[in-house]
Nanobody
Framework: QVQFVESGGGLVQAGGSLRLSCAASGSTFSINVIGWYRQAPGKQRELVAT???????NYADSVKGRFTISRDNAKNTMYLQMNSLKPDDTAVYYCRDSTGYIPWGQGTQVTVSA
């Protein structure tokens, strides 16, 4: 019943920006920690960033200084602002709750051209 819906992906040039959104039912944002994963073709799914209800964040080394995760608990929405995009950021991006209770969504495709 509870599910994530990711959006905002697209095709951009290297150095460009995108903002991803993840909308969910209200119960999702009662969970303390939620985050973004990504999976590139032929690669394992990797954790990109997490954020707690209080706004504490963590980032993978590969995106530090370029990506910013945020959440609006009142709107039941999480965001990922991606700047200075690189071709190796190309992947399908997914939302995830810390408990793993909510199923994976369809994800949103991000493609960065050189």
């Amino acid at each position: 019943q509870v599910q994530f819906v990711e959006s905002g992906g697209g095709l951009v040039q290297a150095g460009g920006s995108l903002r991803l959104s993840c909308a969910a039912s209200g119960s999702t944002f009662s969970i303390n920690v939620i985050g973004w994963y990504r999976q590139a073709p032929g690669k394992q799914r990797e954790l990109v960033a997490t954020i707690s209800r209080s706004g504490y964040t963590n980032y993978a080394d590969s995106v530090k200084g370029r990506f910013t995760i945020s959440r609006d608990n009142a709107k039941n929405t999480m965001y990922l602002q991606m700047n200075s995009l690189k071709p190796d950021d190309t992947a399908v991006y997914y939302c995830r709750d810390s408990t793993g209770y909510i199923p994976w969504g369809q994800g949103t495709q991000v493609t960065v051209s050189a």
